[in-house]
């Protein structure tokens, strides 16, 4: 079942089934769980039903269509739903997510025999021939995996906006981005497609769209989750996979599920001392930490944004943490140079690797403006000077340490803005050089950028909302490895601020 939005126009009969129909097979359907009762679990209560017995998977996959079929012509945000994935075999196992429906991003990960196509026109029809050992943990851990959100093209930008597949619309206000690149997990999962969905964060990617879109985020450390079989040791090393979700309890137990690497994997961290899960509800010890909302770019924080993290400051000393402002050393411009860098490299690497796997030739037909500006420069750098980037990241990670050494966890916004209307993160534009799109892309996510250099955890919270009602994200990073504090600290403000009974205008309850 196809729910691509339609391209540039074009009204191909896959295209015309945007929303789609329920097959046949299910109009007879007993279902026992209904739509509102769906959406209103996280995904640790849906398989409890499953394992229970009360439920089926195939019941949870017939929901999550039906969601999908709701709320997709609006959002945009599921390309394509897998109707195989409604007969899954029906398992009552222990596994902690048995039967619940994920939803993957059309990057970074790859499932057998499955469409990965990257955003990217280009890429069009490419089939993976391989799983990537996060997809098979996704699958022990019990996950239906349904089918495929968006992405902007190859991850370029912090906004879901790509010629391949369209927009994709915040479910809060359609007007506005869901960010990027993992927007398409954001929104699906914010408008109760699915309760949780994959993403991967390379700048941001799982973070940003979490903060836009009002969900938990969590980055991992750097060799928490192998990237396996793909490039282990990437320029710069810092993109992770993981998951976005609308509650706390649901991003640790699959944390649980799938972190640990395997033999050959270029990072390796200590495993934890116990279970994630039970982090959540374990109490933090006093925390000494460090709070800032000066921008490394020099950007201004908006108002409400301001204000919430104010409140956040606030909230955290009346639950006994010790606050102190301050904020690790960074220059911003040589640090933006040699992201850009090292990101040119591997989008010239992965356009180059399919483009011969596919016996196709990248040009500005196939490749929009701004990725093809990155392709070229990507293209052009020396040996010496990706050599370089790659010294200074290191260089950056190892002055930024000894801050952390001092203080265990660093508040931030999420973003320096409530979620951009379209078009900010337009990437037709013809008329930008590769730094310009660079700047763009990185305006409103300044924060988030220091957590993927240094390859320490980092995690948005949707703790607050503007006047509006638009969500307003909290960044919390922190030290390498330390994935246990976050959690304990993010689940002590969840249960202060809790955020899980808020529902968007695009919801699947509401949408008919």
Known sequence: MSLRAPIRGAASARLRRTGGELPPSLADEDARLSLEDYVSLDGLSLAALV????????????????????????????????????????????????????????????????????????????????????????????????????????????????????????????????????????????????????????????????????????KTSRGRISAAPGTGMPPGARSVSFVVSRSLRDSAAALDAVHGGIAGDPFKVEPPARAYLEEVEQPPPRLRIAFTARPWNGRRVCAPVMAAFERTVRLLEDLGHEMIEARPPLDWAPLVDAILDSVAAGLAHRIDGVAESMDRIPSPANVQPTTWTAYRHGKSLAASRLLAAIEHLDGVSRQAGPFFEEYPVLLTPTSTDIAPLHGTHDAGRTDLSVREWSDIIHAEDCFLLLANVTGQPAMSLPLHESADGLPIGMHLMGRLGDEATLLQLGGELERSRPWRARRPRIHAALCG
């Open 51 to 218: 394992r229970s017995g009360r439920v089926t998977a195939r019941e949870l996959a017939a929901r999550a269509f039906e969601a999908a079929r709701r709320v997709n012509p609006v959002l945009n945000a599921v390309i394509e739903l897998h109707e195989d994935r409604l007969s899954a075999p029906e398992l009552r196992d222990a596994a902690s997510f048995t039967g619940v429906p994920l939803l993957l991003k059309d990057l970074s990960v790859t499932e057998d025999g499955r469409l990965h196509e990257c955003g990217c026109e280009l890429f069009e029809g490419h089939v993976a021939t391989r799983d990537s050992e996060l997809v098979r943990r996704f699958r022990a851990a019990g996950f239906n995996l349904i089918g495929r959100t968006t992405t902007p093209e190859l991850g370029w930008s912090a906004s879901t906006e790509c010629r391949l597949t369209g927009v994709t619309c915040n479910p809060w206000d359609p007007a506005r981005s869901a960010g990027g690149s993992s927007g398409g997990s954001a929104a699906a999962v914010a408008a109760g497609v699915v309760p949780i969905a994959h993403a991967s964060d390379g700048s941001g990617s799982i973070r940003n769209p979490a903060g836009w879109c009002g969900l938990v985020g969590l």
